[in-house]
């Protein structure tokens, strides 16, 4: 599903990734780990083809990693916390929009808000959310999107136990679904509990 071919990536002054070779089956789940600016974000965002490699090639079912690409925006649900709201509508307006216009149940929006621990504040505005309680919620939305592959910067961010037994039961129901999930963490307990595959960047 997700396939890496001696993919570089590089910055002005430092090579971030080097030669990185992998393929992630269909229902699998893969981390990248590493210090902080060592990486993780510049390699998601290139995987969700917001950033194009210096060499080497990303594909998700064949389609070739580009956020242009219609066909290839249909594979894949990113979150990488720089989602933007409107402010006039609700936490699960919000939710049932994006159901809409992917043609999917919308009853799913209350239901995935609801399983998120966040369902009481369906009628809430985004921006008054709490920090944790908007990692829920950008959580819900990247997971409702019927996407193959979902690709997640620093799920556990912001959030308390429950909220991160959460995303790590989130992340291993997906992949029974036989999507396939990126994410980048600073979690060895998410590593452990949701990683079929571990990626180290900056070493
Ligand atoms: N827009 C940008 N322009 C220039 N350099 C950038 C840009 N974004 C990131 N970088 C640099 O690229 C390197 C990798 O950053 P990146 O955000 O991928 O690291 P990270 O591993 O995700 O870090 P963290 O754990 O802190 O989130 C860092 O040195 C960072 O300063």
């Given at each position: 599903?997700?396939?890496?071919?001696?993919?570089?990536?590089?910055?002005?002054?430092?090579?971030?990734?080097?030669?990185?070779?992998?393929?992630?089956?269909?229902?699998?789940?893969?981390?990248?780990?590493?210090?902080?600016?060592?990486?993780?974000?510049?390699?998601?965002?290139?995987?969700?083809?917001?950033?194009?490699p210096?060499?080497?090639?990303?594909?998700?079912?064949?389609?070739?990693?580009?956020?242009?690409?219609?066909?290839?925006?249909?594979?894949?649900?990113?979150?990488?916390?720089?989602?933007?709201?409107?402010a006039?509508?609700?936490?699960?307006?919000?939710?049932?929009?994006?159901?809409a216009?992917?043609?999917?149940?919308?009853?799913?929006?209350?239901?995935?808000?609801?399983?998120?621990?966040?369902?009481?504040?369906?009628?809430?505005?985004?921006?008054?959310?709490?920090?944790?309680?908007?990692?829920?919620?950008?959580?819900?939305?990247?997971?409702?999107?019927?996407?193959?592959?979902?690709?997640?910067?620093?799920?556990?961010?912001?959030?308390d136990?429950?909220?991160?037994?959460?995303?790590?039961?989130?992340?291993?129901?997906?992949?029974?679904?036989?999507?396939?999930?990126?994410?980048?963490?600073?979690?060895?307990?998410?590593?452990?509990?949701?990683?079929?595959?571990?990626?180290?960047?900056?070493?």
């Amino acid at each position: 599903m997700l396939s890496i071919d001696h993919l570089c990536l590089s910055t002005d002054d430092s090579d971030l990734i080097t030669d990185l070779t992998l393929q992630l089956p269909p229902g699998e789940c893969l981390a990248v780990v590493g210090p902080n600016g060592s990486g993780k974000s510049t390699l998601l965002r290139a995987i969700a083809g917001l950033r194009r490699p210096d060499s080497g090639e990303i594909r998700v079912g064949g389609i070739i990693a580009d956020d242009s690409d219609p066909a290839f925006r249909a594979a894949v649900s990113v979150e990488l916390g720089d989602d933007a709201t409107f402010a006039e509508l609700t936490v699960l307006e919000h939710l049932r929009l994006i159901t809409a216009a992917h043609d999917v149940d919308t009853e799913i929006a209350a239901v995935a808000l609801d399983g998120s621990g966040i369902g009481d504040l369906a009628d809430r505005f985004p921006h008054t959310l709490s920090t944790g309680q908007r990692q829920r919620f950008s959580m819900c939305a990247a997971w409702i999107r019927p996407a193959d592959l979902v690709v997640i910067d620093e799920p556990e961010a912001g959030l308390d136990v429950a909220g991160r037994d959460w995303v790590a039961q989130r992340i291993r129901r997906s992949t029974a679904d036989a999507r396939s999930v990126v994410f980048a963490t600073h979690s060895p307990e998410l590593v452990s509990r949701g990683a079929d595959q571990t990626v180290t960047v900056g070493r």
